[in-house]
């Protein structure tokens, strides 16, 4: 008889508490065998003392796959030097849209990684499920009183507890009869049932998708760097300019510059972008998990006035307005709930005027201000404008701008406006 570890708030720990009951578990057929539940009454873990063991349950599985039928990560994930189609037994991911500790931003991550692996076999919707459900949070996983660091960072959840238990024993019970070792009678239903929860889960997690690869694509190239340099160009300009945008690293940014030239129909502009990724080497979840900033380097409208020749540029706009441009677009595509939940409850962004720089290596050198505050959110960008003429270094009209990322608004309305506890995390990641 061999157990299916789980874990418990993303762990699996050793609980203090009053003595085990084990019940066995009659087989599903005669020729099955009997499986162990081991129940402890008034259990519980000491404090934040859990925080650790979800990693060490997905480390134990890779270590000891021919001791384990499976591994349950509640409200956990595999970090990301460990590939669900290499783990050694099914594994299925299960968390909440709600989740202030482990973020649906991070989910997201695991759950393109399943997608791309469902291309290549379709079994591994069943072997390794990745699963958001709707409403729940991260103590919702457990019962009680909630360790410190719980009550600080989670978000309010949409359902009841009880709600909840229902969609994690059913989540479970799916994944466990869907990998049983000999077929069952309720395994074409379990697998069904996977199915449709895999598509459930893409639904929840298809806008958040979306947004991510505006910058964050196999392509190479920042999508809202070239939609920023229309609107940089102004209302007067958009519709003569082409942008086609470049990403290249942090090394190399500060070399690429913008290029502009004339076509039949208008001005194409070839943009540069850096889009710069949290630091995060022990892939910790609690933090912000999207990108700090995109740097971009663009034309200035003066600059695409002056090679048309027969047009006015219509204004100076500034990534001030780019950056409010981001949140209202990515706003208007994130889904009903999370807009819903944003509108009655969320914290708003405030953006302050552009600091202007005058040489380039000092704005290279910046940062996007992202000020989290008990209040809000506070969003300043940083500028480095240049004349058309008078620049002997073919810095002639360039407009460079610390841009916020798309999808870092996104999870400002996803997760972190909705901690109106007082108790937002004020690191700036």
Known sequence: MKLLYCSLLGLSAVLMGMALKVQILPPLRKTDTEAALIITPGAFIKGDAYEPLGVFVGMYGMSHPTQLKGVLLYASYLT?????????????????????????????????????????????????????????????????????????????????????????????????????????????????????????????IQPLLDIKRLDDNSNHTSVWTSIAQKIIAGNSLDKYVKAYDTEVSEVYIGEKNPDEYLTEDGVTVLTYSYLRQPMNPEDVSEAPQTPEEIIAKMKSSQAIADLLGNVTASGNLTCKEVNQVAFAYVLANASTAAKIRFEQRGLPITFYPDNPITFEEDWIRSKLKLNYSEVGLYVTSYSHVTNVKNQEDGMSGMHFCKLLSPYRAMEWIYIDSLKTNGTIDTTQA
């Open 80 to 204: 990301r030097k460990h590939k669900l189609h290499a783990y050694p037994v099914p594994v299925m991911t299960l968390s909440g849209d709600l989740d202030g500790l482990t973020r649906i931003t991070r989910i997201v991550d695991t759950f393109e990684e399943l997608e791309n692996d469902v291309k290549n076999n379709a079994n591994a919707t069943f072997r390794t499920p990745v699963i958001v459900m709707p409403g729940v949070n991260h103590g919702q996983f457990a019962s009680g009183t909630m360790p410190p660091n719980v009550a600080k960072h989670d978000l309010k959840p949409d359902v009841t507890e009880n709600n909840a238990h229902e969609q994690i024993s059913n989540h479970t019970s799916d994944f466990i009869l869907a990998n049983l070792p000999d077929p069952n009678p309720y395994f074409k239903q379990a697998m069904a049932s996977l199915s449709v929860t895999y598509q459930n889960t893409l639904t929840i």
